[in-house]
């Protein structure tokens, strides 16, 4: 038997983003992955674990 600890993703937080939305590094007002990265130690100072 498997035992919960072993489940990760039963003991995260998981967040899904739309990355054309969510931040916008270059300015061209399309979300890239340069402003997600930018914004990365926000999103795990907030808690989250997986993206």
């Known amino acids: 038997m498997i ?3 072993n489940l990760w993703y039963k ?3 998981i967040y ?3 990355l054309k939305t969510f931040m ?3 300015g ?4 890239d ?3 997600l990265m930018q914004r ?3 999103l795990n ?7």
């Open 11 to 13: 003991n995260t937080i």
């Open 3 to 5: 035992e919960i600890e």
């Open 45 to 51: 100072s907030v808690g989250i674990d997986t993206i």
């Open 40 to 42: 990365l130690d926000y």
């Open 24 to 26: 916008d590094a270059n």
């Open 33 to 35: 992955f340069e402003g």
């Open 28 to 31: 061209d007002g399309i979300g």
């Open 16 to 18: 899904s983003l739309d």
